[in-house]
């Protein structure tokens, strides 16, 4: 391609992907012919094809008369060219040497308006098979041996048909057909608004194929199911497994209501281990299926396990997945969903010996931008704002702003987001040393990152000997102090705002959904890439930094001190800047609205598509950033700050939002009724209480009015998921409401929220905490119960987190796990979460395969689809959760497995595992007293009391009467010595000492 056209092309790669169709799915009806299209005629469906715009340009669609009939409202883009708007189909691929008939139908309201068209790659970047305007038909292009097009065709006011021969000199995968008509300036398109145009007929027919279809090898796939989700069971269940100790519950559902059913637990012997009825639970609104409980918590014998229902009318499906039973049912997740991080990386390249599943070869890569340099900005730009590379752009001050982790979409990296995610991992990091698990993050025992790096301008970071997740979570913490506004280079913001934290890095441009630049590294100047942008310095990331350098500083204590010192320092400095501002951040609520206008530091609202961006609300994080301070240094300058916090967002006091309260409210928008959860980006007040709770500086009384409010809001999320009233599927999360301000009268939406996986794995954070802080099961049972929502007890009986379980989510949005859309591209690596199920469907692809906010239920808004943005993607700090809580498990729950060895497969890889098992039969028992192990509880009793502490004293005193083989019947035994461990080193008389001091409520 010529170096002006390269260019040229390139800019069709700002186009926003925004698909949209109609509802009803079925398969092709041609029977004669092989073809390549999956939807020609626009009888029933619309999908695969849909229409893309680049705001501002917008066009309406609809489908009827057997037709594709296209508005458009606003005629020109972000780019000013024809490709602004676009109708199109991916997901095709070619054979080389076959003969292909392309042909489609096509007229105008207006004569004479302009069409241009194309088969070839997704990102516009090679046209193989071309539409010109001066033979009015399709031929060969200038990336397949032919030639551009002579100009664009004309439309007429009929119908007319243009076709040609397509015959590829190469297989051609992850191809795209697009037909783009938007107003341009110099490439064609002359579009006015109120033009419409129809499409008909499309038609790419494999013409070598059809001699000998019984042997075809082109066509549209069958399994491409275009991102809807259909269980492949009606039992739901955590598909990974559940521990031998743990509470054990799953849902099946009807689409009528039934009187309760048989159920048995089969093994993988075809062997009966367990039978009992299912209790109803009436119909459930956010599943929209009618439910019974399954408990099979009496099943205790480690083994792999199906569930079967006595469901005569629905006998096929019946029968759940293999699930295990084990105290290794998330073996290698932890891993595994560590490694999203290191794939995260930017100003590395992505080694394949430190990629830990998936294609290894084809995810590794190089890293598009190892010297991320940028241009500060005086204010925030919405997105689509720019109108050419360089045009609006401030270039006067640009920074090496190397390192971080990207956002999974758009390459840009955002401090919230990352911080959030940050926070996380540390403080995961800080429960193991807590429970004396910490040896677990020794080097490449848990996780595989490189042992040292050397980012852009920087110094090199030596990994060895230091706990790898603290190594890569001061990945992110190095970016972040590279965005700490210096002075010296910041002519725009360096006199007033020193030391505080710029809030992201980004494109200039929109960057669509799958795109990798990866071939045009190091491309001449003349092309260059889309320059990067960062952000104004604001409330949200300073506070961020802020935290997250203090939290960091007191773990990196005894083992660096150097960037302990570092990362106070940081922290200390930036609190005096920012507390300067005080009387502009720490406002009554009243005078929020509009905030983002009357001071640029409060981070505006710029586009539905990026949920990283609004955040108008600071005094939660200036109070984390307090407690985080409070946390490392007992400093009582910060204490005093925090103490007195009060958010000005309700003044309900059982919403605790308030200092050392743990919130199960959050607001969502100025007309909603908040968020039942305790932290999120944008919400920090959880977070800043649960470091308080785990430091030594906090006081006995303080300590003590945490736990109670720990376990208030963990008895609230328990209440619920447990009272199958509010749903079957055991989940700690309500429906929320909130208003479409985008329509007259507005709109009410009542249902899940953006990224509703995070809010559960949240809400179970908080409830292993309160576990932590009292020893009841309860709380752990319901933490664990949360993640069976995660692994497929749910509506759409999936697992939302990849390579995990039989049936799970394969396409997280990303820009470079694009297979779904480019087979040279690989597919996710295992161990990534999606965000899950929302209600609004903000994003026109889900709309577009049936999915309706008013008639589709909320657990059943979403679509494994890399275009479905709004439900499917897998955010930094969204992934941290799943983390947290995986490995506080594994922490915790797992305890010594027993008797004999057989072979069971995991659900993490199709590898088998050497489990040890004893299998018994159980039958007709419905209900389980059982516990799991109860913290402290040494005589297994229930409880914790004195009499757990003189049984520990009594092992260690008289082994052979009390120990664990000892004579008297009232001995010790392997699962009460595993509960009285409370320091994870063994049985000792510090665990006697333990168990007294929480009795006496001092820990």
């Known amino acids: ?24 799915i ?7 012919t092989v073809q390549v299209l999956g939807e020609s005629t626009f009888e029933e469906k619309s999908l695969p094809w849909h229409v893309t715009e680049a705001p501002p340009a917008k066009q309406e669609f609809e489908v009827n008369d057997g037709a594709f009939h296209i508005t458009v409202r606003v005629p020109q883009g972000a780019d000013k060219e024809k490709w602004d708007l676009q109708f199109r189909h991916r997901g095709l691929s070619f054979k080389k040497g076959h003969e292909y008939k392309v042909s489609f139908k096509a007229k105008s309201k207006r004569e004479g308006m302009e069409l241009s068209s194309f088969i070839g790659t997704i990102t516009d970047s090679d046209e193989y098979f071309v539409l010109d305007g001066n033979t009015n ?94 269980a492949k069971n009606n039992v739901r269940l955590n598909q990974m497994g559940y521990y031998p100790n743990s509470d ?24 009966t281990v367990y039978t009992g009825k299912t209790v109803p639970a009436d119909y459930d609104e956010m599943a929209g299926e009618y439910c019974h409980i399954i408990d099979f918590s009496k099943v205790k014998t480690e083994g792999t396990y199906t569930i079967a229902v006595d469901d005569k009318d629905n006998e096929s499906m019946s029968t759940s997945h293999e699930f295990t039973i084990g105290n290794d049912v998330y073996k290698g997740l932890l891993r595994n969903a560590l490694n999203y991080y290191y794939q995260k990386r930017s100003g590395a390249d992505t080694e394949e ?75 995961m990091y800080e429960s193991s040393k807590k429970n004396g698990k910490d040896g677990k993050w020794a080097d490449g025992k848990t996780m595989t990152i490189p042992d040292k790096y050397k980012l852009s301008g920087g110094n090199e970071v030596n990994c060895t000997a230091t706990p790898d997740v603290l190594d890569e979570a ?37 960057v669509p959904i799958a795109y990798t630049p990866l071939d045009y590294i190091n491309e001449n100047e003349e092309y260059g890439k889309s320059p990067r942008i960062i952000n104004p310095p604001s409330y949200r990331a300073t506070f961020n930094m802020i935290a997250c350098a203090a939290q960091a500083a007191r773990l990196w204590k005894g083992i660096d001190d150097d960037f302990a010192d570092e990362c106070l320092e940081h922290a200390k400095k930036s609190w005096a800047a920012i507390l300067k501002y005080k009387e502009k951040f720490n406002i009554d ?155 007259y009268p507005n709109e009410i939406f009542a249902g899940y929220d953006q990224g509703s996986n995070s809010r559960i794995t949240n809400n179970a954070i908080i409830m292993a905490y309160a576990y932590d802080a009292t020893g009841d099961s309860k709380y752990l049972n319901g933490a664990m119960q949360a993640i069976d929502y995660i692994f497929g007890r749910n509506a759409m009986g999936l697992s939302y987190v990849t390579g995990c379980g039989s049936y799970h989510t394969k396409n997280p949005v990303d820009q470079y796990w694009g297979y779904e859309l480019d087979k040279t ?71 010594t497995p027993e008797v004999t060895t057989t072979t069971t497969t995991t659900g993490i890889s199709s590898t088998t595992t050497t489990t040890t098992t004893t299998v018994t039969s159980t039958s007709s028992v419905t209900t389980s007293n059982t516990k799991l192990g109860y913290k402290g509880d040494a005589n297994c009793d229930g409880e914790m009391d004195m009499g757990d502490v003189v049984l520990v004293m009594q092992a260690l005193a008289n082994p052979n009467k009390y120990g664990e083989k000892g004579t008297d019947e009232h001995h010790i035994t392997a699962e009460g010595a595993a509960n009285a461990d409370l320091n994870g080193d063994g049985l000792t008389v510090g665990d006697a000492q333990a168990i007294q001091k929480l009795l006496l409520g001092l820990s």
């Open 474 to 510: 001061r990945y992110e913490l190095e970016f972040m102090f590279r965005m700490i506004v210096d002075p010296e280079k910041d002519t725009i913001f360096g006199e007033d705002y020193a030391d505080f934290v710029y809030d992201q890095v980004r494109e200039s441009r929109y």
């Open 589 to 743: 609520n009243d005078k929020y609205y509009y905030r983002d206008e009357s001071d640029p530091l409060f981070t505006p609202f710029v586009s539905y598509s990026d949920p990283n961006s609004y955040n108008d609300i600071v005094q939660d994080e200036a109070y984390w950033a307090a407690c985080e301070l409070f946390a490392t240094t007992g400093d009582e300058a910060y204490y005093n700050y925090l103490k007195d916090f009060k958010s000005t967002i309700t003044s309900d006091e059982t919403k605790q939002c308030c200092a050392f309260g743990v919130p199960n409210y959050l607001p969502l928008g100025y007309d909603s009724e908040g968020v039942f959860s305790s932290f999120d980006r944008n919400n920090k007040i959880g977070c800043g209480t649960i470091s308080l709770y785990l430091s030594d500086k906090t006081s006995a009384a303080d300590k003590a009015k945490i736990k109670e409010n720990l376990q208030a809001t963990a008895d609230m999320y328990l209440d619920f998921e447990n009272d199958t009233k509010n749903g079957a599927m055991g989940v700690p999360y309500k429906k929320v409401q909130w208003l479409d301000y985008y329509t």
């Open 137 to 230: 038909d399709m031929h060969m292009g200038p990336h397949m041996d032919g030639s551009w097009p002579a100009t664009a065709v004309k439309l007429q006011t009929e119908w007319q048909t243009y076709e040609g021969i397509f015959t590829p000199t190469e297989d051609l995968d992850g191809c795209q057909w697009t037909f783009q008509y938007a107003r341009g300036t110099k490439y064609q398109g002359n579009a006015i608004e109120g033009d419409e145009l129809w499409f008909d007929d499309m038609s790419i027919e494999c013409l070598t194929c059809a001699e000998d279809p019984a042997n075809a090898t082109c066509g549209w796939p069958e399994s491409n199911n275009i991102g809807i989700i259909k």
């Open 353 to 427: 010996k430190y990629i830990t599943s998936g294609e290894k070869n084809k995810l590794a890569h190089m890293d598009w931008s190892n010297e991320d340099l940028a241009y500060v900005q005086k204010f925030t730009h919405k997105n689509y704002s720019l109108s050419s590379y360089y045009g609006n752009i401030d270039t006067n001050i640009k920074l090496n702003v190397s390192g971080g982790w990207y956002d999974p979409e758009t390459y840009s990296k955002t401090v919230a987001t990352g911080g959030t995610a940050v926070w996380l991992l540390q403080n």
């Open 825 to 895: 591209l690989p597919q996710a690596p295992d161990g990534v979460m999606a965000g899950g199920p929302y209600t609004w469907l903000a994003d026109d692809y889900v709309k577009g395969i049936g999915l309706n906010p008013d008639k589709t239920p909320p657990q059943k808004c979403y679509a494994d689809s890399i275009e479905a943005w709004s439900v499917n993607s897998a955010d930094l700090d969204w992934q941290a959760g799943l983390i947290w809580n995986i490995s506080f498990f594994e922490d915790i729950a797992a305890k």
């Open 26 to 32: 079925s398969p092709m009806a041609a029977e004669t």
């Open 1 to 24: 391609m010529h170096k002006k056209l390269k260019k040229i092309m390139a800019g069709a790669m700002s186009l926003a992907t925004l698909a949209a169709s109609t509802t009803v």
């Open 248 to 271: 054990k519950k799953a849902t099946y559902v009807t689409t009528k209501d039934k009187k309760a059913m048989d159920f048995k637990v089969v093994d993988k012997d075809g062997k």
